[in-house]
């Protein structure tokens, strides 16, 4: 039986937040679902696409939507990891040092331009995205829940961009690509400016407390044994396939699992269907697999296309 999106109170915040949303990012509800998919199942997610199309407005619109702490770091070249985590400063009168905390420490984190600075800088989000939590100076600081990094990053063949470590994309449950907008809803872009007048009156429309709820229920979100099953297929023809050095890793069958969860649950239903895994299946797993040298993202045999014909070669289950 699904649920009742307007009877429930979790639920009919959701639909707030999605609202909100489009008030400033026009013309993308495909994408808008996926940023949700991924707040609610506690991923950290990678806008990746050109400059210009949005991908910047959309993660503060998510932001200044919920009633939580932002901060958003400008990477580039010259940043160093404690530009980022923070840095202990030496106190005269008291004789002692003193931890200042970096943007790391934010509810919702935005990191702009990602691939824009260095590995060394780029690994220093690496702990905080898999614990929640940051060492420095022998101890160990967690961070605040929810937390949430949304990095962007232009495409690999810009000028000046770096490639993010295997071992940090597989840190991030989605990789989201926006695209352009339609002819209709750029003219709209052009007429509003949405980014510029509804963004500044945009108001939060969701607490703390009620996301980390939200955030919750999803784990409760019904997976049938053939569903698992389903996606565990999928995921073993990644691993091991001829065009692949690497596979989809275990912790990216659980961001499928979760993400299919949590867009069961924005739908309104309380059990996933294999509708939920199979839209989900490349923008979770496309971007952690490791194409063999004579490939890339460009080529006609590019990992989405790759994972799209997995997709086509799996049964999906009755």
Known sequence: ??????????????????ENIHRVFLGKPGVV??????????????????????????????????DLSFARIQLTPDMLPSD???VSIYDTSAG???????????????????????????????????????????RTLKLDQPFLVMATQNPFEFEGTYFLPENQLDRFAMRIRIGYPSREVETRILQEQPATVALETLRPVM???????????????????ALVSYALDLIELTRGHEYFEVGVSPRGTISLIRAAQA????????????????ALFVPVCAHRVVCKSFLHEGHPVSAERIMMDILRQVAVPE
């Open 96 to 138: 002692t040092f003193e931890f200042k905390k970096g943007p790391i420490f934010a509810n919702i984190v935005l990191a702009d331009e990602i691939n824009r600075t260095t590995p060394r800088t780029q690994s220093a989000l690496l702990e905080a995205m898999n614990e929640a939590q940051v060492s420095v100076d022998g």
């Open 1 to 18: 039986m699904e649920l009742e999106l307007t009877g429930d109170p979790l639920l009919g915040h959701l639909t707030a937040l999605r």
């Open 33 to 66: 679902n996926q940023i949700l998919v991924g707040l609610m199942s506690r991923g950290h997610l990678l806008i990746e696409d050109v400059p210009g199309v949005g991908k910047t407005v959309l993660a503060r619109t998510l932001a200044r939507s919920l």
């Open 84 to 86: 980022i985590i923070g």
């Open 207 to 225: 607490r703390r407390q009620e996301l980390i709820a939200i955030q919750e229920r999803v784990t409760r979100v019904r997976v049938d044994d």
């Open 263 to 278: 867009q069961a649950m924005l739908i309104g239903r309380d059990y996933v269907i294999p509708d939920d895994i199979k």
